[in-house]
Antibody, heavy 119, light 109 residues
Framework: QVQLVESGGGVVQPGGSLRLSCAAS????????MHWVRQAPGKGLEWVAF????????YYADSVKGRFTISRDNSKNTLYLQMNSLRAEDTAVYYCAKDLTGANWFDPWGQGTLVTVSS | AIQLTQSPSSLSASVGDRVTITCRAS??????LAWYQQKPGKAPKLLIYDASSLESGVPSRFSGSGSGTDFTLTISSLQPEDFATYYCQQFNSYLRTLTFGGGTKVEIK
C-alpha cells in the first residue's frame, strides 16, 4: 500500500536551516505530484508547497516563498523540503502528501515530522 | 487569496445524529473543494473531493454537496469513530494556491 515517511525534523534556532525528507513507497512516485502541508501546534492546516511529478513546476504559499524550496529525486522515490531563514512561526508538524491524480487533493498523508524553531 | 470559512467551529452531537458542516468560499470556486477528517495525533484523511465525490473506502454516511461559494459536509448517522476535526480545502488553478478552512471539531455530547 502507499506509504509516506517523513524525517528530518528537530529543533533549530531562528534564522537556521533544516531539510525534510519524505520517503515514498507503494506507488509509482515519478507519476505523481507531491505536496508539503504543515500544522502549527493546536492550529489548523496550512498548505506549504507543491511539486509536479517531473519537478518541472513548483508552487509555494506566500508565507514561505523565497525561504523554502521543494524538490524531488525520482530515482530515490524521495521528496524534500529545504527550509532556510526559519522563524518561530514555522514551528509545526510537516506532512508530505501525495496528489490525487493531479487534482490538488491530498491523499494519502505521511505521519508528519515536527519542526521546532526556538532559541 | 480565496478564504474558506467553516461553521460551526465546534459542535457537540450524539451517536446516531445527523451532522452538517458548512464551508463558505470568499469567491466562487466551482466544485474545487475537498473535505478531510483528522483525529488527534494523526494525519488528515481525505473524505470527499470535487465537492461531492466520495473517496474510495470512506463510509457512505459521509456526503458532500455544493458548488460556487457554499458547500456542505453531512454525516448521516454519527458513529463513535467520527468524532474528529473536519477541514475543507480548495484549489485555485489560476492563482496556484491551496487553502484550508479553519476546521470544525465534532465532539461527543
Amino acid at each position: 500500500q502507499v506509504q509516506l515517511v517523513e524525517s528530518g525534523g528537530g529543533v533549530v534556532q531562528p534564522g537556521g536551516s533544516l531539510r525534510l525528507s519524505c520517503a515514498a513507497s507503494g506507488f509509482t512516485f515519478s507519476s505523481y505530484g507531491m505536496h508539503w502541508v504543515r500544522q502549527a501546534p493546536g492550529k489548523g492546516l496550512e498548505w506549504v508547497a507543491f511539486i509536479r511529478y517531473d519537478g518541472s513546476n513548483k508552487y509555494y504559499a506566500d508565507s514561505v516563498k523565497g525561504r523554502f524550496t521543494i524538490s524531488r529525486d525520482n530515482s530515490k522515490n524521495t521528496l524534500y523540503l529545504q527550509m532556510n531563514s526559519l522563524r518561530a512561526e514555522d514551528t509545526a508538524v510537516y506532512y508530505c502528501a501525495k496528489d490525487l491524480t493531479g487534482a490538488n487533493w491530498f491523499d494519502p498523508w505521511g505521519q508528519g515530522t515536527l519542526v521546532t524553531v526556538s532559541s | 487569496a480565496i478564504q474558506l470559512t467553516q461553521s460551526p467551529s465546534s459542535l457537540s452531537a450524539s451517536v446516531g445524529d445527523r451532522v452538517t458542516i458548512t464551508c463558505r468560499a470568499s469567491q466562487g470556486i466551482s466544485s474545487a473543494l475537498a473535505w478531510y477528517q483528522q483525529k488527534p495525533g494523526k494525519a488528515p484523511k481525505l473524505l470527499i473531493y470535487d465537492a461531492s465525490s466520495l473517496e474510495s473506502g470512506v463510509p457512505s454516511r459521509f456526503s458532500g454537496s455544493g458548488s460556487g461559494t457554499d458547500f456542505t459536509l453531512t454525516i448521516s448517522s454519527l458513529q463513535p469513530e467520527d468524532f474528529a476535526t473536519y477541514y475543507c480545502q480548495q484549489f485555485n488553478s489560476y492563482l496556484r494556491t491551496l487553502t484550508f478552512g479553519g476546521g470544525t471539531k465534532v465532539e461527543i455530547k
